[in-house]
């Protein structure tokens, strides 16, 4: 069972999809769900169905008293690597809410102050908090339908079944083929991967 956050506070959760991924953007969303929102379903989207997912994604814009989701493509992660591009969609999509949070929590351990509103980073938070939760399934769901569309261009590659990430076929593919537009061309996942940039 999530749980709610604080009732007293109109809290945003944010939450990103697509970090570990060879190619497509890194895909965030923010959620502001009503007080005592209801799901026996909801929660972290990893370890939903596609057709539960797909449930929770139309609820989720249907009742949520604010949502937005944003891209950030290959060029800017290639520019300003995977974790400054994940906190840089996770910004984007809170800047787009129609309504202001008074706090935002943060799935993960690494944030950036947003408009100095006070933010709280949880470890395994889309498991935890609803709000998260709901963020969690908006940034797969709208990823995943990108990564769909850009699987009709580049059909070898397989993206609308590994979504990007680096599955064996997905790895076999680039040794075959090569990379394309959609591919992170710098993509190493340590050291430099892991720095903030302030």
Partial sequence: MLNYYNL?????????????????????????????????????????????????????????????????????????????ASIRAMHRALEKLKLDPEHIIVDGNRFKTFKKTPHECIIKGDGKYMSIAAASILAKTYRDEYMEKIHEEFPMYNWNKNKGYPTKEHRAAIQKYGITKYHRKTFKLLPDQLKIEF
């Fill in 8 to 84: 007293e506070l109109t809290v945003a959760g944010t939450d990103e999809a697509g970090r570990g991924c060879l190619a497509g953007p890194v895909t965030a969303a923010a959620v502001i769900l009503p007080d005592h929102f209801k799901n026996d379903i909801l929660n972290d989207s990893k370890i939903l169905s596609l057709k539960n997912r797909k449930l929770l994604k139309s609820q989720i814009e249907q009742e949520s008293l604010a949502f937005a989701t944003a891209h950030v493509f290959m060029e800017e992660i290639d520019e300003i690597n995977i974790l400054n």
